[in-house]
């Protein structure tokens, strides 16, 4: 009898623990469910960089020193004593023009002074002895430079090397001169690959009757295996992938519904020449297309985004 009466208690717990284990089950579900995206928090932002029609060029670089075109150390034709300096440096000289004289005198013995004689025209670059040094034929009295034009000599390997010609164009930079750029040809190529270094030693000539450049100098030097005009180039932080996967983003002017985002297409691209952070594109875009050049990570086709930035091509 009294078993009977404990029954109801019984029910009334169990009914108790089965309403606490729900009320718990339901805020768990609730805790675990993620917050409903928004249609705001599924637009990307981005910057942009518009395709543009521009010059872009193949180039092999190299550092190298300059020096004058012609050259030539000054050697006295006699024996004897420095008497008298009638050029200095930095003095312009001619062919066979007089730089100097030398006393030949001996003891008991007097004789005309001997002239020194410039093989070349050009500048005095150096001169090497003072007045009253004893000299003899092997003695080099002096430098004589034409810089009308001047040189740099560039080893290219032998890779390369079908695709250099002789009138081929190079431009040169130097350090005193920041902002110019001069202009130079190929003027020689060697016939013979260094063994060793599997390179080819090549010449390139600029002109410079401005005398701006000196021997000596610094120059950095492009030499420019091919070209091409106007033609779409893109930064190259907008290109993803590699190979036959290569590709980029374009932002296009198509809106999503709410007209406040613009849908982003994966458009495939061919490479041709990349200069730097230039890439120029044959293939998949044309002038004016907005490609993504930041934020893309996260973009996938069909995605929507909002411009941010747009950065130009400055070069």
């Known amino acids: 009898m009294s078993l009977l009466k404990n029954i109801p208690v019984f029910n009334r717990r169990l009914n108790f623990v089965f309403t606490a284990l729900a009320l718990s089950m339901s805020f768990f579900l609730a805790g675990c469910n993620p917050k409903q995206k928004t249609v705001e928090d599924s637009v990307f932002a981005v910057a942009v960089s518009p ?20 050259e030539a150390l000054v050697y006295p034709k006699t024996s004897g004593k420095i008497m008298e300096k009638i050029k200095e440096e930095g003095n312009s000289v001619e062919k066979g023009e007089v730089m100097g ?11 005309e002074k001997a002239p020194i004689e410039s093989p070349l025209r050009g500048i005095v670059g150096r001169v090497y002895v003072d007045q009253g040094v004893q000299v003899t034929p092997q003695t080099p009295i002096a430098l004589v430079v034409d810089m009308d034009s001047v040189e740099v000599d560039l080893n290219i390997p032998e890779k390369y090397f079908p695709r250099v010609s002789m009138g081929q164009k190079a431009v040169i930079k130097v350090d005193a001169y920041p902002d110019a750029e ?4 190929v003027s020689k190529i060697s016939p013979v690959v260094d063994t060793e270094t599997r390179t080819a030693p090549i010449e390139i000539t600029i ?3 401005d005398h701006r450049l000196h021997s000596g100098m610094f120059a950095r030097i492009k030499l420019i295996l091919s070209e ?31 007209g406040k985002a613009n849908i982003i297409q994966r458009k495939n691209i061919k490479i041709g020449i990349k200069d730097g952070s230039y890439y120029e594109v044959t293939e998949g ?18 995605a929507l985004a909002k411009v941010q930035e747009t950065r130009g091509i400055e070069r």
């Open 228 to 258: 091409h005009e106007r033609v779409p180039v893109v930064l190259k932080e907008s290109v993803l992938g590699r190979g036959t996967d290569t590709y980029v983003y374009v932002v296009s002017s198509q809106k999503d519904s709410s």
């Open 182 to 185: 001069f202009s130079g040809r």
């Open 101 to 111: 004289y030398i006393d030949r005198d001996e003891i008991g013995f007097t004789f």
């Open 51 to 70: 395709v543009v029609l521009d010059e872009i060029q193949e180039t092999l670089d190299y550092a190298g020193s300059v020096r004058a075109k012609e």
């Open 285 to 302: 875009l044309k002038e004016g297309d907005l490609t993504v050049v930041a934020g893309q990570n996260r973009l996938y086709e069909g």
């Open 207 to 209: 002109s410079n009757i």
